[in-house]
T-cell receptor, first 114, second 114 residues
Framework: DGGITQSPKYLFRKEGQNVTLSCEQNLNHDAMYWYRQDPGQGLRLIYYSQIVNDFQKGDIAEGYSVSREKKESFPLTVTSAQKNPTAFYLC?????????????FGQGTRLTVV | GENVEQHPSTLSVQEGDSAVIKCTYS??????FPWYKQELGKGPQLIID?????GEKKDQRIAVTLNKTAKHFSLHITETQPEDSAVYFC?????????????FGTGTQLKVEL
């Protein structure tokens, strides 16, 4: 089955620790994205990547880092510099080009800082 | 950057009635407007989208209208059913050929009552 997979589904982190969220897609999409979702708010863009070995900051990149070493993978690291990391994190991917533009989302990772 | 506002934040309708959710956007260069449905604990799923060269699009019980002059677009769901209960997000983006970087509204919690 083609799709986008996030793991783990639930993640607990102690304050001061870095943690990495996994995102893998087998849709052969060039572009990948990380969004953060908080209760009562929309999805806010953290980082995005349009091509392998390249990525750009989104609206709320502070305290996060990413890498894009492979087309199918776009891991997100939540660092200790992120002041309020507890949230629902969503990864997405989409094709490049103007014709087929749908962004597909994973099932999300709920991160809780304890 | 783009700013998307969405209203109402909650909407309760009786089964069989229609539901309307409205969004406005700020960037006149935006040319792609998708609507996503998110069920509890899951990632958003695309339900319908519209491009700026079209004023209206329909898919069975779901329709979207776009007014480029006023910079607003709306989702219409007719003959609502209990399974329509979910959070709905509107979004806007500028398709450049390099991916689909979406700016989301804050969501509408739709409840369809029996």
């Amino acid at each position: 089955d083609g799709g986008i997979t996030q793991s783990p589904k639930y993640l607990f982190r102690k304050e001061g620790q870095n943690v990495t969220l996994s995102c893998e897609q087998n849709l052969n999409h060039d572009a990948m994205y990380w969004y953060r979702q908080d209760p009562g708010q929309g999805l806010r863009l953290i980082y995005y990547s349009q091509i392998v070995n390249d990525f750009q900051k989104g609206d709320i990149a502070e305290g996060y880092s990413v890498s894009r070493e492979k087309k199918e993978s776009f891991p997100l690291t939540v660092t200790s510099a992120q002041k309020n990391p507890t949230a629902f994190y969503l990864c997405a991917s989409s094709p490049a080009g103007h014709l087929n533009t749908e962004a597909f989302f994973g099932q999300g990772t709920r991160l809780t800082v304890v | 950057g783009e700013n998307v506002e969405q209203h109402p934040s909650t909407l309760s309708v009786q089964e069989g009635d229609s539901a309307v959710i409205k969004c406005t956007y700020s960037d006149s260069a935006s040319n792609y407007f998708p609507w996503y449905k998110q069920e509890l604990g899951k990632g958003p799923q695309l339900i319908i989208d519209i491009r700026s060269n079209v004023g209206e699009k329909k898919d069975q019980r779901i329709a979207v209208t776009l007014n480029k002059t006023a910079k607003h677009f709306s989702l219409h769901i007719t003959e609502t059913q209990p399974e329509d209960s979910a959070v709905y997000f509107c979004a806007a983006s500028i398709l450049t050929g390099g991916g689909n970087k979406l700016t989301f509204g804050t969501g509408t919690q739709l409840k369809v009552e029996l």
